[in-house]
């Protein structure tokens, strides 16, 4: 599986964007696939995850009620709508790809990254 970020940009606090991923690979369908960010001199932490079917999603509490993850298996891409921005949503976003879970190691794919960044 390959995978593609992309959507990323500058964004005043309070306003939008919505990330993608595309991946190429049969599996991709049948996998998890998760978001996670890196703010700029942190660790990379957990956004959200997406089961395989889109069924099941878990968010990290502080983005909870202002992004929302979907998949469109038929168009291999992955989502992830971001409102209400904020300046410590100021980071690199990641996708990846793999078992349904908050832990860097579940995925076992990994995008190139998108960075957003989020002026005050």
């Known amino acids: 599986v390959q995978l593609q970020a992309s959507g990323g940009g500058l964004v005043q606090a309070g306003g939008s964007l919505r990330l993608s991923c595309a991946a190429s690979?049969?599996?991709?369908?049948?996998?998890?696939v998760g978001w996670f960010r890196q703010p700029p001199g942190k660790e990379r932490e957990f956004v959200v995850a997406?089961?395989?079917?889109?069924?099941?999603?878990y968010y990290t509490d502080s983005v909870k009620g202002r992004f929302t993850i979907s998949r469109d298996n038929a168009k291999n891409t992955v989502y992830l709508q971001m409102n209400s921005l904020k300046p410590e949503d100021t980071a690199v976003y990641y996708c990846?790809?793999?078992?349904?879970?908050?832990?860097?190691?579940?995925?076992?794919?990994w995008g190139q990254g998108t960075q957003v960044t989020v002026s005050s």
């Open positions: 690979g049969r599996t991709f369908s049948s996998s998890a």
């Open positions: 997406i089961n395989w079917s889109g069924g099941s999603t």
């Open positions: 990846a790809a793999g078992v349904y879970g908050v832990r860097p190691v579940d995925y076992h794919y």
